[in-house]
């Protein structure tokens, strides 16, 4: 085989990896070039450069076959140039055929039954190929371009599922070996605003929101086919305020949706975030309907036994499900509870108040005195005015009150106050409950 400069007579497409074989037939002139699709693994067979194939002659028949390559168009010419005197259509005496420039390694090519097969393609066996065929009379010769491409194939595909987190940068690989470019589609709509396709094929989606979800499908492509291949992207939204603000530490105070428990049961649901409050760490406020500052006598529905007023406190579109998967997720939640009153009412000491946790169960410390049961804040710091465990016991002039924070994130939210002992005139009180708050990343 030799290597031409002449114009190709037509191009041959095969991709590294495969098997090219070329036949080269010198009695009905025929060439073809093949892929095949499974690599054949050969023995090395030490040819020569160029190969000389000599079957034995026939009867009434003076053909030989030198083969180093041969084309379609060859037929005819071939025809053309037959001995004085044989029959129509008689072969050329010689057939040779040798690589255009350069040569054919021994190791990955052989000539067997007329054959010529490279094993291993790879692209420096791409080029001209050249086929001659000679009689006494006369020499014909043709050629083809054989373009070898690397096999199309992802190297690095993106993952069939991929999840993030609010306001991440999120990176989809798609590399490919052979691919001339690769693009990228989402399903249903186009790629988000702001993001960036890398050279090696990856796509970058910048500050992420739940919106940003969906099918994203990367195609590789090169003049002649393309392959696909899906991911799945997941935008899991913060699961607090506080997370939000470690993702993002410019985000600003205002409504968001948050998803605590990620996978769990519980949907997801708004909050209000305060980005300022608790030296700007990102705080969770939940609302109730029993926020402002309530005012209860014996003409507002109190009543002298233990308990016996009661208000169940509604926290605003969002469950105590919700709210408990809040708290596991927070690293400190906290609820002011405050009540304001008159001499002679009856309080903690004396079993008349309480609050009602999450779960239904009643409480006997109020605001301020976490953890200390029939005790108010002063109790803890043996600060009562009236020398007892609560500020609103026994007989005074005024007001007196005790608040203060509840603490325990396990039992928070307060869903229910119980008051008692406000059946007289001069028995009369006010309770305040305040925000549901957590912050910080448990």
Known sequence: MKKSKMNPVHNKLVFSSLVLTVDCFAGLIHVEIQLHAHRQMLNVLNQPKEVTLEPKNKANDEKTSEMIMSFPYLDKELKKMSKPGTASGSAANTVQAAIAVGHMSKEISRI????????????????????????????????????????????????SKSEATTSENVLLTCEAQGAREVVWQRKAQGLPSGHVIHSNGSLLLKNVSPNDSGSYTC????????????????????????????????????TYMIDPDRKGGVTPFKVYCDM?????????????DTER???VDYKSGGCRGKGCYSKDVRYTGVSI????????????????????????????????????SRSGTRMNYWGGATGHDNKCACGVTNSCSSGFMCNCRGRFSGWKEDGGLLTDKSVLPVTQIRLGDLNDPHEKGYYTLGKLKCYGVA
């Open 219 to 254: 195609i590789a492509r090169n003049f002649y086919r393309s392959i696909t291949a899906t991911t799945v992207l997941e935008i899991q939204g913060p699961i607090s305020c506080s997370d939000m603000k470690t993702l993002n530490r410019a985000t600003t105070s205002g």
């Open 321 to 356: 499900a919700q709210l408990a998967a809040l708290t596991r997720v927070s690293q400190n939640c906290e609820q002011f509870l405050n009540f304001e009153c008159t001499a002679g009412v009856g309080f903690f000491e004396t079993g008349v108040a309480w609050w009602v």
């Open 112 to 159: 067997l039954d007329r054959r010529l097969e490279l094993v291993n393609v790879t692209k420096t066996d791409g080029g001209d190929y050249i086929c001659s065929a000679k009689n006494v009379l006369s020499m014909e010769s043709a050629h083809a371009q054989v373009m070898v491409f690397d096999e199309l194939k992802f190297t690095l595909p993106p993952p």
């Open 293 to 295: 500052r309530t005012f």
């Open 276 to 288: 300022t409050d608790k030296g700007g760490v990102g705080v969770t406020l939940i609302s109730h």
